[in-house]
């Protein structure tokens, strides 16, 4: 066999492969050659010639009623794809798996008078229920999102009935077929009912990882406590994720440490339910599985095989059940455990959004809803736990500096006899600031503003924009708008408006307003609470909290081997010590 050297070409004919799609109906021409060249001379596959497209897309539909198995079309550049579009329009209404692989010159070259150039990039409506555009594999993440988005119109033939899809191939016209074996490639499955379901035998450690979650209802939450009882499963949360079951464990304080690794075993399966992830679940798995109702591809760490469309209590009440009866919570309790013994040796941190989610998380009353806008101030609130009472909402759908007071505000008229706390930075406070005028807010909100006078997170010493040092400061952290850090400006707007103010640019000051801000019990007025810092103590207070374990001192050592020793326990580092000859 001889494929040709083109690595996206490649990856489609391996995924063909993987998926089970074998016969071909080709029509001649150039753009075409480095596909049909390989494909040929691969006994797999079962082709077909036809000189008229119009008449090929036909018969492919013919083939595919007849045998309820996905047929290829490849055809080259120019106008032979238009003449699919017939046969394609029969495809999508009788839902025939036909896919149109129409091979193209570079897409650049479109709109710029190249010979036998059209535009593919928006196909008709009802010829295809998935159309993608396959380029050229340079790197790794090229590599990763041709084999995602082949995967995706592969699927498409099959899935909510199926119909027929199309790939836009990009040819360079390489004469080179000096390839004798197909790269390895990552097939997903799509599982849209519980014939099929795969076993989770051979996985050791299995997570969950929960993206932003609605409100969970009791069937979900007992469904997927029974999981992880069942399978020792540990659930990978963050605030927004809303779970507040005894198997979660929140691996931002982890994940960010710079110079530590993880003394728990990481999980070889993580489970994805949710939207959005704000961050990464750090196992380092080798495989992901996807549980939506959407049923739709997303494959965030770069690890899915399977997408599960069903409804995710469902999905973990038919794993739960196949085992009744156990009940385990040592892996999660070990990742818990882990994460307690590190914040136990969290340092003296400066004035900054650190120290001020630190000491405001532990007095947070039971039962309030907490809004946690973006970037710096998602870093520091997540670095520490609240009450699994609490109820709590982010913008993390696109994570924009955008309506975050109004998000706030709209949720606190959703349950008026309940205190809502949201926490913003400066910037983001006055990106919205009109929306604290808005004549339905009632007295349940305090809202926390940390005014450090410019986009802090730009000046944080992990961020590219840092290496700027104050010239960041001009443009990249937008500093000096907005009063410049002033005193009165947000207190005279916000009292003006009918809210009490508090401030404070000091721990000292913070403690005593504090106490005000933090009243379990509604009061007369709503509350903007408004703390004063500084960039470069903002900074600092990332760094050491990126590097509590990392220290170099003596007493820091020390304070590491206790760490480890309490979460490996005294017979593993013995165990350790004797394995390498040590004392």
Known sequence: MNYTVEKHTQILIALLKEHGIKR??????????????SIQSDPYFEIYSSVDERSAAYIACGMAAASGEPVVLTCTGSTASRNYIPGLTEAFYRKLPVLAVTSSQHFGRVGQNYAQVIDRSSPLADIAMESIQVDCVYTEEDEWACGVNINKALLALRINGGGPAHINLRTTYNKDFSVKALPSVKKITHISDFKNMPSLDGFK?????????????EELKAAVEDFCGTYNAVVIRNHASNYTGEYGYNPDLINSMRQYTPQTERAELVIYIGSISRYSSG?????????NQDGKIRDMERKLTHVFAMEEADFFRYYADLHKGRKNNSYAKQWQDETKNILANVPELPFCNVWVAKTLSENLPDHSVFHLSGSNTARAWNFFPISNTIECYSNDGAMGIDGQVSAFIGESLMNPQKLHFGAVGDLTFFYDMNSLGNRHIQNNIRLL???NGKGAEFKIYSHPASQFGNEADRYMAAAGHYGNQSHTLIKHYAEDLGFEYLTASTKEEFLKAMKRFTTPTLTERS??????????????GIYEMNHIISRTSDKAKNTAKDIIKSIAGEKKIKAIKSFLGKK
Do not use: Q
Request: net charge negative; glycine share 6%; proline share 2%.
């Open 24 to 37: 071909v109906v080709a029509s001649p021409g150039a753009t075409n050659v480095c596909f049909l060249g």
């Open 205 to 217: 450690h299995i997570a969950v990882l929960v993206g932003v979650h609605t409100k969970w209802s």
């Open 283 to 291: 196992m380092d798995e080798k495989t992901m599985w996807r549980v």
């Open 449 to 451: 503003i940390v005014n």
């Open 527 to 540: 509350m903007v609470f408004e703390v004063f810092t500084d960039s470069k103590n903002e900074s600092d």
